[in-house]
């Protein structure tokens, strides 16, 4: 791997993981905390939005985002051609 793929392949990494971790910031801390009472007015499955993103919606975001980062990375690892194939 030549140096510029190496740090295209690094960079690239590191702004999948700030737009992922940015999305998981905002889903948890965001909808769950700092918008809790507006979301509370909506009902999802019978309890409060605002209550189900503190309780589930943040893990289950958090899960989604592993297969995203995973399904991306094997993606860039085929481009720089450090794939396991």
């Not at 801390?29 to 589930?56: C, D």
């Amino acid at each position: 791997m030549t140096p510029e793929n190496r740090a295209g392949y690094w960079k690239a990494n590191l702004s999948l993981l700030t737009i992922l971790l940015i999305i998981w910031f905002i889903v948890s801390y965001g909808f769950g905390i700092l918008l809790v009472e507006p979301l509370n007015a909506i009902k999802l499955g019978g309890y409060p939005l605002g209550f189900w993103f503190a309780q589930q919606g943040s893990i289950y975001v958090f899960l989604v985002l592993i297969f995203v980062y995973a399904a991306t990375m094997n993606k860039l690892d085929k481009k720089y051609d450090v794939d396991e194939d």
